[in-house]
């Protein structure tokens, strides 16, 4: 046999078994292709002590936990004695009083954020509206599709909304009701899924 056929032979052994142990040796070397894609776990390891302290009304609430919606337990006060439509609207405010203030330090640290524009106030229904209707001090056309999203989600879960889990929302202005809804996908992609919508009619 001469020397070159003998390299031929050598080498395609020494193929055979790097072909034949190569899922073995991946796990073996390392390589640099950057860190793995990590996601936000938005989950307390502990109960917030601080969501739930003194009296009212609890509450399950919509924040922002990467580019998804998840729920948070809250409490909001709501005066005693308030007719039906005064009552919806006052845990209405209270609903929207705790999505535009600041995480806790624990759901910040947790992950979760909100884009529920600080100061919006809600009123209840003005002559000739829906008597559900809910009138944002910001029309919800004007807010992202994520405050959108918090807000119709924490309304739909909530005494603000009707029976069926839909909201009645509207703005400041002349632009009639909507009835909105929050739907799986919405929850789980607020920023290209804004709530569903239907203009209603019909007053009191």
């Known amino acids: 046999m001469n020397v070159r056929r003998m390299r031929g032979l050598l080498a395609a052994a020494a193929l055979g078994l790097l072909a034949t142990g190569c899922g073995i040796r991946a796990t073996e070397v390392p390589t640099d292709f950057g860190p793995a894609p990590s996601r936000v776990r938005c989950s307390l390891t502990e109960p917030d002590v601080t969501t739930r302290a003194g009296a009212g009304l609890p509450v399950r609430m919509f924040l922002l936990c990467g ?8 409490t909001v006060r709501v005066p005693d004695g308030a007719a039906d439509d005064g ?9 929207l009083d705790a999505l535009s203030a600041p995480p806790t330090a624990a759901e910040k640290q947790a992950g979760y954020t909100t884009h529920v524009p600080a100061g919006t106030t809600v009123r209840g229904p003005r002559p000739g509206d829906p008597e559900d209707t809910l009138r944002l ?3 919800p056309g ?3 599709s994520f405050a959108l999203a918090q807000v119709v989600c924490t309304f739909s879960d909530s005494a603000a909304a009707e029976g069926d889990g839909s909201v009645v929302l509207a703005g400041p202005g002349e632009e009639p009701p909507r ?8 929850r789980a992609r607020p920023g290209s899924n804004e709530p569903p919508s239907a203009e209603v009619s019909g007053g009191r």
Request: glycine fraction near 4%; charged fraction near 30%; aromatic fraction near 4%.
């Open 67 to 74: 580019s998804s919606l998840a729920a948070v337990d809250r």
């Open 87 to 95: 009552r919806r609207a006052r845990v209405a405010q209270g609903l």
């Open 137 to 139: 001090s910001t029309a």
């Open 142 to 144: 004007s807010l992202t």
């Open 179 to 186: 009835r909105y809804e929050c739907t799986e996908e919405v």
